[in-house]
């Protein structure tokens, strides 16, 4: 069960997009489309953003969105506000009919 | 409105043992798949286990198997999570989430509770 690879970090000016990416094996990321992605605030408990690689939740603002390419998922935030500023966590069922999640990815709202 | 209370964290030597629980309300938890997730202090999230409803199957996560055991009473709305041999290593803050689909993911999450595995 390693974890899903996620860059450390990602950084944006407000108003722009950025992508973090969310890499698996076919086990996991690439074997299933149950690909989902966390926010959490410091302090904060997590927040479900995009289900199922590309369902967002009722709540969750259309600039979020989630993609999947092979063993690679991504989500995107368009428009970037200073509120998205956050550590995202992406996680993937797996073939093992476990749960693995992503290390989880600093984002700065520069 | 969804709630998950969860409680029975605190501070245990390591080999003991420890039993949280999660009061859940707002939905119908008897058909609710539930899940624990763990956070080490400064860490990422970890899966830990999950429980399908309708007191179906159980899942664990390979740190933690054969030494936690994940059940629930549905006649409480309270899932529980019994740790025994602890270890160091699982220090950490135990989210308790209510699951969307089958075993993930998790849309509503509980404020956790802290364990603290240390002599």
């Known amino acids: 069960q390693s974890a899903l690879t996620q860059p450390a970090s990602v950084s944006g000016s407000p108003g722009q997009s950025i992508t973090i990416s969310c890499t698996g094996t076919?086990?996991?990321?690439?074997?299933?489309?149950?690909v989902s992605w966390y926010q959490q605030h410091p302090g904060k408990v997590p927040k479900l953003m995009i289900s199922?690689?590309?369902k967002r939740p009722s709540g969750v603002s259309n600039r979020f969105s989630g993609s999947k390419s092979g063993n690679t998922a991504s989500l995107t935030i368009s428009g970037l506000q200073a509120d998205d500023e956050a550590d995202y966590y992406c996680a993937s069922y797996t073939s093992s009919s476990t749960v693995v999640f992503g290390g989880g990815t600093r984002l700065t709202v520069l | 409105e969804v709630q998950l209370v969860e409680s029975g964290g605190g501070l245990v030597q390591p080999g003991g043992s420890l039993r949280l629980s999660c009061a859940a309300s707002g939905f119908t938890f008897s058909s609710s798949g539930m899940s624990w997730v763990r956070q080490a202090p400064g860490k990422g999230l970890e899966w830990v286990s999950s429980i399908r409803g309708s007191g179906g199957s159980t899942y664990y996560a390979d740190s933690v198997k054969g030494r936690f055991t994940i059940s629930r009473d549905d006649s409480k709305n309270t899932l529980y999570l019994q740790m025994s041999s602890l270890r160091a290593e699982d220090t950490a803050a135990y989210y308790c989430?209510?699951?969307?689909?089958?075993?993930?993911?998790?849309?509503?999450w509980g404020q956790g509770t802290l364990v603290t595995v240390s002599s």
């Open positions: 989430a209510k699951v969307v689909g089958g075993i993930d993911p998790f849309d509503y």
């Open positions: 076919s086990s996991d990321v690439g074997g299933y489309n149950y």
């Open positions: 199922d690689v590309s």
